[in-house]
């Protein structure tokens, strides 16, 4: 077994150097290390007048799923890629024709473990959609529910860890060749795409997906989330509710006017997105048009939510305060923003990158904001980013790629949208809940324990010092620039802890003279007076902590 591995793994190693010698793109390899070039192939004097961008884009749609998918996955990263290469990505159409009906009810029965038969009353043989990955049968189950069944492409995961395997070995010789200044690592690049298709390959993490979103959207009537049945899910099918709909694009299509809502839908579509980064914390990261149905008047279906971003709760704080920098023209917190995400390393030419962004700033200075587009805005820092030989965290280039797609789509639906008018929205509903009763305790209960922890660790660290000192195996190396700066910070961390504690006191105490008597409204005033003091002195706490 293992030496037919190696064998296909060579075949396919020959099969990819072959199409990007032919499109031109040879220069990718090291012809020392990859030798087989010589008498593989030759470059394809018809393409000699295309674009490397073009050139790359062609060989990836060639060499077929695996491929397609990263071409996709590339083209979210602007900061990883030059700009021609992403136009042409942009692009990119997975398609992929359907593969055998037969084997698609024999993948269904083998995995399901019962004849087709007895899982659904009626199965179409006919898939109404196709994809690199996989493709979707209608069918309708015994008591008549009609449900769309999801089924993985056969052979599918032996090919793709075969093409990961082969990237790779490829991406170290790719490295060693790229052009200076491209900031392109394809070796981190290719572990990256390894995690994400190997998500996209479980079914049933993409049905707990489609879990998550219902519950998130609960509340929302006009946000549909199909429904799952899991007793005939596996991690290579998934059955989910069938809905109806048209793709989110074709909404103003002279055919459906006074049917559906443009103006409606882009507006639901861009808040549903909105509130599942700046709120959720959980996003559908690849939102293109085929992913979102539309109901009539303007109700948006959520489809394939195979591939997803989560923000944790401290990047979704920084990134409402980046928008909030944005609105206000303020280049220091977006710096500031950057040095928290640890995009911006050490050692690092902040006024080089200050100057850089204040240019981009003044650009839009004299622009309305309704006039503002997230995308513009987006790929203009992100080229200052690339430039600057930084890297943005994965998760927040997702971010950033629905926000734009969900924009883009937006904007075709209804020209007026104000997308960075909405964000302002979402941003100022967000701070007031950051700011409320139950958060403040939250997070002074947190830096209150924070504060214990260190109380408690100090004996201990400071003898680990102390015998450092006596060892002579402690040194200070600190400029005289520094010594403000660090007294300032240790004045600061003193100055928290010991406020920590006094509110902990104040809470503590006010809540066990709740149930002392002499009270006229319920409430003993000392606990009111003790409550408002401690609440008085968090605001200042988390005040200071961010200035």
């Given at each position: ?142 008591d008549g529910r009609i449900v769309a069944v999801k ?51 479980d079914f049933v993490q993409e049905a707990n997906h ?44 002279a055919q459906y006017e006074g049917k559906y809502d ?286």
């Amino acid at each position: 077994m293992k030496m037919f591995r190696i064998f296909d793994k060579f075949r396919r190693t020959r099969r990819i150097i072959s199409v990007f010698t032919k499109y031109g793109l040879d220069y990718f390899f090291d012809k020392g290390k990859a030798g087989i070039l010589a008498f593989i192939t030759r470059r394809d004097d018809s393409f000699r007048k295309i674009s490397s961008g073009a050139g790359f884009c062609l060989a990836l749609q060639e060499l077929g799923p695996t491929f397609i998918k990263l071409g996709q996955i590339l083209s979210t990263r602007p900061d990883l890629l030059p700009p021609e290469f992403i136009k042409e990505l942009e692009k990119l159409q997975d398609q992929t024709p359907p593969f055998e009906s037969t084997a698609a009810i024999e993948i269904v029965e083998r995995e399901l473990k019962k004849p087709l038969g007895e899982l659904f009353r009626n199965f179409e043989s006919v898939p109404v959609a196709a994809a690199s990955l996989s493709q979707v049968h209608r069918a309708k189950m015994h008591d008549g529910r009609i449900v769309a069944v999801k089924i993985q492409r056969p052979g599918i995961r032996k090919t793709i860890e075969i093409d990961l395997d082969i990237l790779q070995d490829l991406a170290g010789f790719v490295e060693n060749r790229i052009h200076n200044g491209w900031n392109f690592r394809p070796q981190m690049m290719v572990e990256e795409f390894r995690k994400a298709i190997r998500k996209e390959l479980d079914f049933v993490q993409e049905a707990n997906h489609l879990k998550k979103f219902k519950s998130n959207f609960r509340d929302i009537k006009y946000i549909r989330v199909p429904e799952v049945y899991w007793e005939l899910t596996t991690p290579t099918v998934l059955t989910m509710e069938f809905i109806e709909g048209i793709k989110i694009n074709e909404v103003n299509q002279a055919q459906y006017e006074g049917k559906y809502d443009p103006k409606l839908v882009a507006i639901r579509s861009t808040e549903a997105m909105l509130k599942q980064v700046f709120e959720d914390g959980f996003f559908h990261a690849d939102p293109h048009p085929a992913n979102l149905f539309v109901q009539p008047p303007a109700n948006i279906v959520m489809l394939d939510v195979g591939m997803v971003g989560y923000l944790d709760k401290r990047t979704k704080i920084l990134g409402t305060r980046i928008i909030k920098a944005l609105v206000n023209n303020d280049v220091d917190i977006v710096i500031s923003c950057f040095e928290d995400l640890r995009i911006i390393v050490r050692d690092f030419d902040r006024d080089l990158l200050r100057q850089d962004m204040s240019d981009l700033f003044a650009g839009y200075m004299d622009i309305p904001l309704k006039d503002v587009e997230i995308n513009r805005v987006a790929q203009d820092i992100m080229a200052i980013i690339s430039r600057h030989n930084l890297t943005l965290p994965s998760n927040l280039v997702l971010m950033i790629k629905a926000l734009s797609m969900i924009e883009s789509t937006g904007k075709d639906l209804y020209p007026e949208l104000d997308m960075m008018t909405i964000a302002r929205r979402f941003v100022r509903k967000i701070s007031k809940t950051r700011f409320s009763p139950e958060n403040l305790i939250e997070k002074t209960d947190s830096v209150f324990h924070e504060g214990a922890e260190l109380i408690e660790q100090l004996p201990g660290n400071l003898n680990v010092i102390i015998n450092k000192i006596r060892e002579g195996k402690l040194r200070f190396v600190v400029e005289s620039e520094d010594y403000q700066k660090i007294a300032r910070s240790i004045d600061r961390s003193g100055t928290c802890i010991s406020l920590s504690i006094i509110i902990s006191v104040l809470i503590i105490t006010s809540s066990v003279l709740i149930y002392f008597p002499h009270s006229t409204s319920g409430i003993p005033v000392i606990s009111v007076a003790g409550y408002s003091v401690a609440l008085v002195l968090i605001i200042w706490l988390i005040l200071s902590s961010h200035r």
